[in-house]
């Protein structure tokens, strides 16, 4: 006589029941998925805030067929890494923008000026360390191309400020600059640049 289903024992890859019920599985467990971290170059300047740095141009024109450029540059010796938190780009004029964004040797900039206004994030009585990284400006010079490349393109609408937030993504090693350049547009354009970064050694003791 052949047994109803319900008393039938039912099998899990030739195994009773009974044994899934006591918690046995004849597969390993797969582990769960590994976490990212994406928090993790943030650990140094939490640790020490003298290494955040934050500064801006002048006001930079971009006419007669000249470019206006300005840029966050890392010295060749300097020994450290610049992680870009935010850079913003403040257009004066009444016509729109077209900034373009270049990385590559800053030996390639050409001649520029230093810009003086550049402070530690943290402010307190003792002063904080200088910064390695620099902001350097100018208009007219001509950089070369062929050292670096153009990443990215923004339109800067007028008399706004416009940016964006890396958050660390963008690293600067030694030797190398970040370019905001702004092409002659066929009439007088003005704009200033402003870039907030921290800075890590190349090599932990």
Not at 13 to 41: E, I, K
Not at 100 to 113: D, E, L, Q, V
Request: charged share 15%; hydrophobic share 35%; aromatic share 12%.
């Amino acid at each position: 006589m052949t047994k109803p289903p319900y008393a039938r024992p039912s099998y899990y890859y030739g195994l009773p029941d009974m044994y899934m019920q006591m918690g046995y599985f004849p597969f390993p467990t797969p582990p769960p998925p590994a976490q990212l971290s994406r928090n993790s170059p943030y650990a140094h300047p939490l640790a020490d805030p003298c290494k955040s740095y934050m500064g801006q141009t002048e006001k930079i024109e971009a006419s007669d067929g000249e470019h206006g450029f300005a840029s966050l540059v890392n010295p060749l010796r300097s020994s450290v890494l610049l992680y870009v938190n935010q850079w913003l780009l403040t257009n004066f004029s009444p016509a729109p923008l077209e900034a373009h964004i270049w990385f590559g040797k800053a030996s390639s900039i050409g001649k520029a000026k230093t810009s003086s206004q550049v402070t530690s994030g943290y402010i307190q009585l003792a002063a904080c360390p200088a910064a390695q990284g620099q902001i350097m400006f100018g208009s007219g010079s001509a950089h070369g191309e062929r050292d670096g490349v153009f990443a990215s393109t923004r339109i800067i609408p007028p008399l706004t400020t416009t940016g964006s937030e890396p958050h660390g993504q963008w690293v600067i090693g030694p030797g190398m600059a970040m370019v905001v350049r702004v092409p002659d547009a066929g009439e007088k354009s003005s704009f200033s640049f402003c870039v907030n970064w921290w800075e890590q050694p190349l090599y932990e003791a």
